[in-house]
């Protein structure tokens, strides 16, 4: 199905809520047009098309709520929707964290988290991106294995209690692994845009090739405290936990208010307005970041504005339900999208440059946590650890398995680099100093 | 459901199970009685299919195989005293592949009408003849003979869909209420239970049609000190199985007593919510004040719901052939078990390590009559006496090691995914001489004995790992002395199987599952068990993990 503009989406939700019965009821109407393409040793391995609308109807008697969803959208289909969500609302118990619906709302304007570029998007184009990035690895005798994903789509809402919300997002990503043809060199890169055409798959297959040119004949150093380069794809992943993102998946008001988080205080309450990492640590979200571009709102309705998480190192607000935010009396703020740390002006080189002996790593993976109460994790470097001398690469070395907590990493910070978007973030390279190594990986 | 919208379900990744809002699952939520209607007849299904497998060979395919799949789930989560949410699902449709001239293509429909069926199947064919165009190796199929029309169950004795709700809450509750009186300050748990219903039918002339059943009920308990501002967390030591509801139901045979000393119960095919709970509820609140380990080599003594976990990284994974062939580098990673490793005949562990696939054993949730490309299900051994002997295969890989025919591995998430080779039940054979937990204990002079699966991690190339716990027991000349805490092993895969000093009997053999081990791009899930008995292994470095912020 084609992706609905405004007036057709809502003029579909409008619908939906003239056919309700229940006290409250909420519509959510989204639709995704998508594709994707993926190799492995310099072939296309797999390519798949998905076109997906769907609308979700929440019904409320009381404090019991039901949810039913379906994707044709004809009148009786529309209708049996709505009934079958009130018949499972009548049936559900009844919710001890009721919240009332949430009535008209004023969203900010001028989010750029949509271009028709990426909407228009071929399986033509998909090879050609593709293809380019086999070419590369096929000339320099590589063998590399990717992934590009598409998708262009619409969230619409609307309820009982006046609220209405339409924007359309898209997004294409790209990611690849380039190995030498012996197994004994390994590189990564990825990216994503909102606007297709400013990927380049051959750009980020390039970066992966010279990574993996550049790691063969690893050397093995002894484990233990380093300074460290940790690179953009070594704080935050697309396909897999890691150090920033579970930091910043940690800031739940009420995990910290119930004594189970690393914000939770000694005798009770949490960490907000405390200062817990370098004064030169500052994240914040923002929808309208041109780069970031995101949704204006979040899935229950409530608005996403620009919201400072942590300013100089202290910890300025926390994210909670709406029943939390009431509960505990604090700003009522959803969990964003896309987090932007604040950073300098140096590249990654110029870090590289500006250290005596230290490591850089392109990649951390397999991150698990090890223990909440630290926010401790293990994980392990990959695709291109190299170690620096005197403001230079001098040799490659084996990976290490590492564990650490981002906690302690944002207090032991040396340097921060120009933030560049990763997974819909903008985050910086940086530099940090006693970055806990614990043994040696023969794997690359 | 997918693992994405699991992990946002749960927040497991956090280590605990935190509160679902908005059901979504890529299913239709209904009401939980259509969970209990048939689907569609045998017969109807035929028709369909073939309306499917004509159009695909018409069009040029030289092989097709159609796969209509109504998936059913119910999933039901509580915290403390109250309900979270209920969610019951359905998802159908019909995913069809082909083959032709050598390349496959693949197509997925939700509007299950003959015509669309043919129309899909057409759909399969031109991209398949699209991707034809950048092919550098076609695909051989190992053959496969039909079967005809055939049918399998998973041998459940009460479906789960059948229980009323509320009795399913009241357990969920009472098992809450265990906890929490027994001195937990928090409980999150949940029930989830999965009904695929499969139709598979292929132009080698099979008609297979499939009734597959898992559940999964779990918990996490967490106690407090605010005093002191800690906080542990004893998950419960259930594991997902492919068993109806009856496995709900205590059974005091089905139950294996830890060492003496640990206080632990290991489930075979019968778990008790309420004792585990209980448990679990004291056992939180006196992590609060365990011994942190102090570090260095240790002989550890592994219970089957801890090594499960260990046996899925550094075995199960290693040992899929499309990862030793490069297919998954981009993604879940490789294998330095390659085909050049195997042929050097070196040793992956001792001569006690015996590890068997097979997605037969009763009980686990790998248990299926046939694979999602029609091949009967089978065991095979993995390593014999310490020695790699086998990989796991699929209909178009088993020519690259000179076998004529499939493991019967290929699976699919949903009938809207392509069906790939995934892992089948991977598992470490127990010990021939008799031997229980108990007697293995006695021989050991310095050791942790570890009981139920915790952090978890382990390099791309399967060498280097670094595996938690839930609870962890220091043994000192023969006698377990003190349960311990911060307890984390790191080792390599072929040095740790390397270490290993024997299993024991078959009388304490017991599965670990999990219902989302994740490959493939875009990702898919797949539900796994590995079967072991309690192991020993000599001289594993143990690390302590307690960190001051």
Same mark, same amino acid.
């Given at each position: 199905m084609a992706i609905l503009s405004k007036d057709e989406a809502q003029t579909i939700l409008k619908k939906v809520l003239s056919f309700s019965t229940a006290d409250e009821c909420d519509a959510t109407l989204s639709g995704n047009v998508g594709g994707n393409v993926r190799s492995a040793r310099n072939s296309i391995s797999t390519a798949g098309a998905s076109d997906n609308t769907s609308l979700a109807v929440e019904s409320r008697f009381g404090r019991r709520a039901g949810t039913a969803t379906c994707n044709e959208f004809d009148d009786a289909t529309l209708r049996r929707c709505v009934q079958r969500a009130e018949e499972i609302a009548r049936l559900a118990p009844e919710s001890p964290e009721y919240m009332p619906l949430l009535g008209p709302q004023q969203y900010l304007d001028g989010?750029?988290?949509?271009v028709a570029a990426t909407a228009g998007i071929t399986p033509d184009y998909r090879a050609a991106q593709i293809g380019a990035s086999m070419a590369l690895c096929d000339q320099r005798k590589l063998s590399s294995a990717a992934f590009l994903d598409d998708s262009h789509g619409f969230v619409a809402k609307r309820n009982s209690k006046g609220l209405e919300a339409y924007q359309q997002v898209s997004n294409v990503t790209f990611s690849v692994t380039v190995r030498t043809p012996d197994g004994t060199g390994s590189g990564y890169a990825s990216g994503d845009y =909102?606007? *297709?055409?400013?990927?380049?798959a051959a750009r980020f297959t390039k970066i992966a090739a010279d990574k993996a040119s550049s790691s063969v004949k690893a050397r093995a150093i002894e484990p233990g405290k380093y300074t460290v380069i940790l690179e953009p794809n070594a704080l935050l992943s697309n396909v897999d936990t890691s150090l920033l993102g579970a930091l910043m998946g940690s800031l739940d008001a009420r995990n910290a208010d119930e004594g189970r988080? $690393?914000? !939770? #205080?000694?005798?009770?309450? +949490? +960490?907000?307005?405390? #200062?817990? &990492?370098?004064?030169r640590v500052t994240i914040y979200s923002d /929808?309208?970041?041109?780069?970031?571009s995101d949704l204006t $709102? !979040?899935?229950? @309705?409530r608005p996403q504005q620009r919201t400072t998480w942590i300013e100089k190192g202290v910890v300025k607000n926390l994210y909670s339900s709406r029943f939390w935010a009431r509960k505990a009396g604090i700003p009522d703020l959803p969990r964003p999208n896309g987090w932007i740390m604040e950073g300098g002006t140096q590249s990654t080189a110029d870090l590289i440059k500006g250290t005596a002996k230290g490591i850089l790593v392109t990649r951390l993976w397999y991150i698990r946590p090890v223990d909440p109460q630290t926010l401790l994790f293990t994980g392990l470097t990959r695709d291109g650890t190299f170690y620096i001398e005197n403001g230079q690469i001098k040799f490659p070395v084996k990976n290490f398995r590492f564990n650490e907590s981002p906690v302690i990493m944002l207090n032991n910070l040396e340097a921060i680099g120009k933030p560049v978007r990763l997974n819909g973030n903008l985050v910086p390279p940086l530099k940090i100093r006693d970055f806990t190594f614990t043994s040696l990986s023969d794997a690359v | 459901m997918k693992r994405r919208d699991f992990v946002g379900l749960t927040?497991?990744? %956090?280590g605990a199970l935190f509160l679902p809002s908005l059901p979504g699952f890529g299913h239709t939520p209904v009401d /939980? %009685?259509?969970?209990?209607e048939p689907g569609a007849d045998v017969a109807v299904k035929k028709r369909l299919a073939d309306a499917a497998l004509n159009a695909a060979k018409a069009a040029g395919a030289d092989y097709a195989d159609v796969r209509i799949g109504r998936s059913l789930n119910q999933y039901v989560f509580t915290r403390e005293k109250q309900v979270q949410n209920i969610v019951s699902t359905e998802s159908y449709g019909v995913g069809i592949r082909v083959l032709v001239a050598g390349c496959w293509g693949f197509a997925s429909t939700s509007v299950v009408t003959e015509a669309n069926l043919a129309a899909t199947a057409r759909e399969a064919v031109s991209i398949a003849k699209a991707n034809k165009l950048v092919m550098k190796e076609p695909v051989q199929l190992a053959p496969q003979t039909g079967y005809g029309e055939v049918n399998w169950k998973?041998?459940?004795?009460?479906? *789960? $869909?059948? =229980?009323?709700i509320k009795q399913k809450v009241d357990l969920l509750l009472a098992a809450n209420a265990a906890a929490l009186d027994a001195g937990a300050s928090y409980i999150n748990s949940a029930l989830f239970q999965v009904n695929e219903q499969k139709y598979f039918a292929s132009t080698d002339g099979s008609y297979i049609d499939q009734d597959i059943h898992r559940l999964w009920p779990t918990f996490s308990a967490t106690a407090v000190d605010t005093k002191s501002g800690k906080f542990r967390s004893r998950e419960s030591l259930s594991a997902p199985v492919g068993?109806? $509801?009856?496995?709900?139901?205590?059974? %005091?045979?089905e139950q294996v007593r830890g060492p003496?000393?640990?206080d632990t119960i290991g489930y075979k095919l019968r778990y008790d919510m309420l004792a585990d709970a209980a448990l679990a509820g004291k056992q939180a609140k006196a992590k609060l004040t365990m011994k942190s380990v102090v570090p260095g080599k240790y002989d550890l003594v592994l219970d089957p719901g801890h090594l499960g976990l260990t046996i899925h990284e550094s075995v199960g994974h290693p040992t899929e052939l499309d990862r030793v062939l490069g297919y998954?580098? +981009? &993604?879940a990673g490789t294998s330095f078990a390659t085909l050049d490793w195997k042929a050097k005949n070196?040793?992956? @562990?001792?001569? %006690?390590v015996n590890i068997v696939a097979d997605k037969?054993?009763?009980?686990?949730?790998? +248990? =299926?009559?046939?694979?999602?490309?029609?091949v009967k299900t089978r065991e095979w051994d993995l390593i014999k006496e310490g020695k790699l002997v086998n990989y796991q295969k699929i209909r178009d890989q088993a020519h690259i090691v000179g076998?004529?025919?499939?493991?019967?591995c290929a699976y699919a998430q949903s009938w809207e995914d392509v069906q790939f080779q995934r892992m089948p039940n991977v598992s470490l054979r127990p010990g021939t001489a008799k031997m229980s937990p108990d007697e293995m204990v006695k021989g050991v002079d310095k050791g942790i004995y570890i009981a139920g699966a915790g952090s978890f991690s382990i390099d791309q190339q399967r060498f280097n790992f670094q595996f938690g716990g839930q609870l962890f027991f220091a043994i000192e000349k023969g006698k377990i002395t003190e349960p311990l805490e911060d307890v984390a092993y790191q080792s390599n895969t072929q040095e740790f199987w390397g270490a290993c000093a024997g299993s024991c009997d078959a009388s304490d053999y017991r599965l670990f599952g999990t219902f989302f081990d994740g490959k493939g791009q875009p990702a898919q899930v797949s539900s796994v068990s590995h079967g072991s008995a309690t192991t020993r292994f000599n001289g594993v470095n143990v690390i302590n993990t307690a960190r001051k912020v």
């Amino acid at each position: 199905m084609a992706i609905l503009s405004k007036d057709e989406a809502q003029t579909i939700l409008k619908k939906v809520l003239s056919f309700s019965t229940a006290d409250e009821c909420d519509a959510t109407l989204s639709g995704n047009v998508g594709g994707n393409v993926r190799s492995a040793r310099n072939s296309i391995s797999t390519a798949g098309a998905s076109d997906n609308t769907s609308l979700a109807v929440e019904s409320r008697f009381g404090r019991r709520a039901g949810t039913a969803t379906c994707n044709e959208f004809d009148d009786a289909t529309l209708r049996r929707c709505v009934q079958r969500a009130e018949e499972i609302a009548r049936l559900a118990p009844e919710s001890p964290e009721y919240m009332p619906l949430l009535g008209p709302q004023q969203y900010l304007d001028g989010s750029r988290s949509y271009v028709a570029a990426t909407a228009g998007i071929t399986p033509d184009y998909r090879a050609a991106q593709i293809g380019a990035s086999m070419a590369l690895c096929d000339q320099r005798k590589l063998s590399s294995a990717a992934f590009l994903d598409d998708s262009h789509g619409f969230v619409a809402k609307r309820n009982s209690k006046g609220l209405e919300a339409y924007q359309q997002v898209s997004n294409v990503t790209f990611s690849v692994t380039v190995r030498t043809p012996d197994g004994t060199g390994s590189g990564y890169a990825s990216g994503d845009y =909102v606007d *297709a055409a400013k990927m380049d798959a051959a750009r980020f297959t390039k970066i992966a090739a010279d990574k993996a040119s550049s790691s063969v004949k690893a050397r093995a150093i002894e484990p233990g405290k380093y300074t460290v380069i940790l690179e953009p794809n070594a704080l935050l992943s697309n396909v897999d936990t890691s150090l920033l993102g579970a930091l910043m998946g940690s800031l739940d008001a009420r995990n910290a208010d119930e004594g189970r988080s $690393f914000l !939770s #205080k000694k005798g009770g309450g +949490n +960490n907000k307005g405390e #200062k817990l &990492f370098d004064e030169r640590v500052t994240i914040y979200s923002d /929808p309208l970041n041109p780069e970031i571009s995101d949704l204006t $709102f !979040s899935g229950d @309705g409530r608005p996403q504005q620009r919201t400072t998480w942590i300013e100089k190192g202290v910890v300025k607000n926390l994210y909670s339900s709406r029943f939390w935010a009431r509960k505990a009396g604090i700003p009522d703020l959803p969990r964003p999208n896309g987090w932007i740390m604040e950073g300098g002006t140096q590249s990654t080189a110029d870090l590289i440059k500006g250290t005596a002996k230290g490591i850089l790593v392109t990649r951390l993976w397999y991150i698990r946590p090890v223990d909440p109460q630290t926010l401790l994790f293990t994980g392990l470097t990959r695709d291109g650890t190299f170690y620096i001398e005197n403001g230079q690469i001098k040799f490659p070395v084996k990976n290490f398995r590492f564990n650490e907590s981002p906690v302690i990493m944002l207090n032991n910070l040396e340097a921060i680099g120009k933030p560049v978007r990763l997974n819909g973030n903008l985050v910086p390279p940086l530099k940090i100093r006693d970055f806990t190594f614990t043994s040696l990986s023969d794997a690359v | 459901m997918k693992r994405r919208d699991f992990v946002g379900l749960t927040g497991l990744a %956090a280590g605990a199970l935190f509160l679902p809002s908005l059901p979504g699952f890529g299913h239709t939520p209904v009401d /939980p %009685a259509r969970l209990l209607e048939p689907g569609a007849d045998v017969a109807v299904k035929k028709r369909l299919a073939d309306a499917a497998l004509n159009a695909a060979k018409a069009a040029g395919a030289d092989y097709a195989d159609v796969r209509i799949g109504r998936s059913l789930n119910q999933y039901v989560f509580t915290r403390e005293k109250q309900v979270q949410n209920i969610v019951s699902t359905e998802s159908y449709g019909v995913g069809i592949r082909v083959l032709v001239a050598g390349c496959w293509g693949f197509a997925s429909t939700s509007v299950v009408t003959e015509a669309n069926l043919a129309a899909t199947a057409r759909e399969a064919v031109s991209i398949a003849k699209a991707n034809k165009l950048v092919m550098k190796e076609p695909v051989q199929l190992a053959p496969q003979t039909g079967y005809g029309e055939v049918n399998w169950k998973t041998p459940i004795q009460q479906s *789960a $869909f059948e =229980v009323p709700i509320k009795q399913k809450v009241d357990l969920l509750l009472a098992a809450n209420a265990a906890a929490l009186d027994a001195g937990a300050s928090y409980i999150n748990s949940a029930l989830f239970q999965v009904n695929e219903q499969k139709y598979f039918a292929s132009t080698d002339g099979s008609y297979i049609d499939q009734d597959i059943h898992r559940l999964w009920p779990t918990f996490s308990a967490t106690a407090v000190d605010t005093k002191s501002g800690k906080f542990r967390s004893r998950e419960s030591l259930s594991a997902p199985v492919g068993l109806g $509801f009856e496995y709900l139901t205590p059974n %005091a045979a089905e139950q294996v007593r830890g060492p003496q000393g640990t206080d632990t119960i290991g489930y075979k095919l019968r778990y008790d919510m309420l004792a585990d709970a209980a448990l679990a509820g004291k056992q939180a609140k006196a992590k609060l004040t365990m011994k942190s380990v102090v570090p260095g080599k240790y002989d550890l003594v592994l219970d089957p719901g801890h090594l499960g976990l260990t046996i899925h990284e550094s075995v199960g994974h290693p040992t899929e052939l499309d990862r030793v062939l490069g297919y998954e580098a +981009n &993604f879940a990673g490789t294998s330095f078990a390659t085909l050049d490793w195997k042929a050097k005949n070196l040793p992956y @562990g001792s001569k %006690a390590v015996n590890i068997v696939a097979d997605k037969l054993q009763p009980g686990s949730v790998g +248990n =299926v009559g046939y694979d999602d490309e029609g091949v009967k299900t089978r065991e095979w051994d993995l390593i014999k006496e310490g020695k790699l002997v086998n990989y796991q295969k699929i209909r178009d890989q088993a020519h690259i090691v000179g076998q004529k025919e499939s493991d019967g591995c290929a699976y699919a998430q949903s009938w809207e995914d392509v069906q790939f080779q995934r892992m089948p039940n991977v598992s470490l054979r127990p010990g021939t001489a008799k031997m229980s937990p108990d007697e293995m204990v006695k021989g050991v002079d310095k050791g942790i004995y570890i009981a139920g699966a915790g952090s978890f991690s382990i390099d791309q190339q399967r060498f280097n790992f670094q595996f938690g716990g839930q609870l962890f027991f220091a043994i000192e000349k023969g006698k377990i002395t003190e349960p311990l805490e911060d307890v984390a092993y790191q080792s390599n895969t072929q040095e740790f199987w390397g270490a290993c000093a024997g299993s024991c009997d078959a009388s304490d053999y017991r599965l670990f599952g999990t219902f989302f081990d994740g490959k493939g791009q875009p990702a898919q899930v797949s539900s796994v068990s590995h079967g072991s008995a309690t192991t020993r292994f000599n001289g594993v470095n143990v690390i302590n993990t307690a960190r001051k912020v």
